[in-house]
């Protein structure tokens, strides 16, 4: 490229180039910066079959904008989101990404919800040079990329991978209950093979064979005729890649079946609506996690403060979903802080592939990327529902 052409595109403001490894380069938007505000954007499911996720990631989100504004912003900018509904729908997670990137045009979309949605909409953002960071998913299209394709080095995920969060928990409970014919209901979509692939993967290296395999589409309500497959084929432990409501269904529908068998959920299962909502039929549920779920009545200091800080502004009680929303812009802040005052779309990745390490106030394991590793830890812990909470079983578990 000329000097003249180089010139001309970053006085264009659009996107700057960053040199990578061999010959490979990434265009990285520098849209969405002013001298007193970063855009960003996000889109949730408000309205679909996921809300329960998607309404409380989007106040944890406002809230964690609220508090950095009120602290002066990240090097004097104040941050701007735009919040989109995608409504669990991949088009309208496109819908949604072509509006911010078009009309609104976000510096980074952070958070998005759910993985049918974020990889619908991913190769607008890449094709805008716009990172997406931190998605409301750990499927492995959000942080595995190909040197060979330069926009891919965009993509961060700062959640527990389901892959590996999957195999760890099924080996642990494998080998500590001893179980020898485990089995699986998943969804129908890039989250549920995922789960699948973890599953799979880990009962290869147990040699051990699946007793059963059933998938159900994204949005049933039925989960009869797994549930009975699965007790036919003689299961006893059922995995799930589930949600919410899928995750109570399945649960629910072998309880009518007089089905006494044990379950362990992916990380979507590992929320406080499942207890609350499935009450007596999710009682003794086992689910991989990434952190432990804080209660008001426990937690103590930081987190304490911000479970009522929380349940001030939104009149409601905070939940793993509004940790997780909240620790993705504070992520992004702390990142976007440690580009400078002098903030551009290459520094801000440069910032993320820098190795420094964020810690947030919830204990996680700490959040770091390399320039070929976009993922932040695979450390994983199995909790247990128990009196209708969740209790940890079993923490710092690797495949």
């Excluded at 595109?9 to 990578?20: D, I, W």
């Excluded at 379950?263 to 909502?277: I, S, W």
């Excluded at 919830?362 to 976009?374: E, I, L, M, Q, Y």
Aim: glycine share 8%; with cysteine.
């Amino acid at each position: 490229m000329s000097r003249s052409l180089r010139t001309f595109g970053l006085a264009a403001g659009a996107v700057v180039l960053t040199c990578l490894p061999a010959v490979a380069q990434t265009k990285v938007t520098n849209e969405g910066i002013s001298a007193s505000e970063i855009v960003i954007g996000t889109h949730q499911d408000l309205s679909g079959p996921i809300k329960v996720w998607g309404v409380p990631v989007s106040n944890g989100m406002k809230m964690a904008v609220e508090e950095i504004n009120a602290a002066g912003g990240i090097n004097g900018r104040k941050i701007r989101m735009i919040l989109e509904d995608n409504g669990y729908d991949p088009k309208k997670g496109v819908l949604a990404s072509q509006k911010m990137v078009e009309r609104d045009k976000i510096f980074a979309m952070i958070g998005s919800m759910g993985s049918a949605p974020t990889l619908a909409a991913q190769d607008i953002l890449f094709d805008a040079g716009v990172l997406q960071l931190f998605p409301l998913t750990a499927a492995e299209f959000t942080f595995k990329f190909d040197p060979a394709k330069p926009q891919e080095r965009l993509k961060f995920n700062n959640l527990l991978p389901y892959v590996e969060s999957t195999r760890a928990a099924l080996k642990y409970m494998v080998e500590w209950k001893n179980f020898q014919k485990p089995c699986i209901m998943h969804q129908d979509d890039e989250y549920g093979k995922n789960v699948l692939d973890g599953f799979t993967q880990q009962l290869t290296v147990m040699k051990l064979q699946a007793a059963s395999v059933t998938s159900y589409k994204r949005g049933a309500s039925d989960f009869s005729a797994q549930i009975a497959k699965m007790k036919s084929d003689g299961c006893d432990l059922v995995v799930l890649g589930t949600v919410i409501r899928e995750t109570i269904g399945a649960m629910t529908e072998a309880k009518k079946l007089g089905w006494e068998v044990t379950f362990l959920g992916a990380t979507p299962t590992n929320v406080l609506e499942v207890p609350a909502l499935g009450k007596d039929a999710v009682e003794g549920l086992y689910a991989a996690s990434g952190f432990e779920i804080p209660y008001e009545d426990t937690a103590k200091g930081k987190v304490h403060d911000w479970l009522i800080n929380y349940k001030k502004m939104f009149n409601t009680d905070a939940n793993t979903q509004a940790i997780i929303g909240y620790n993705a812009v504070t992520t992004f802040a702390f990142y976007a802080n440690k580009a400078g005052k002098d903030l551009t779309g290459q520094k801000m990745l440069d910032a993320l592939e820098s190795g420094d390490k964020f810690l947030d106030i919830f204990n996680s394991p700490p959040t770091k990327f390399s320039k070929t590793d976009h993922l932040a830890n695979t450390i994983t812990q199995v909790q247990q529902v128990k009196g209708g909470r969740w209790v940890l079983v079993k923490d710092n578990l690797m495949f």
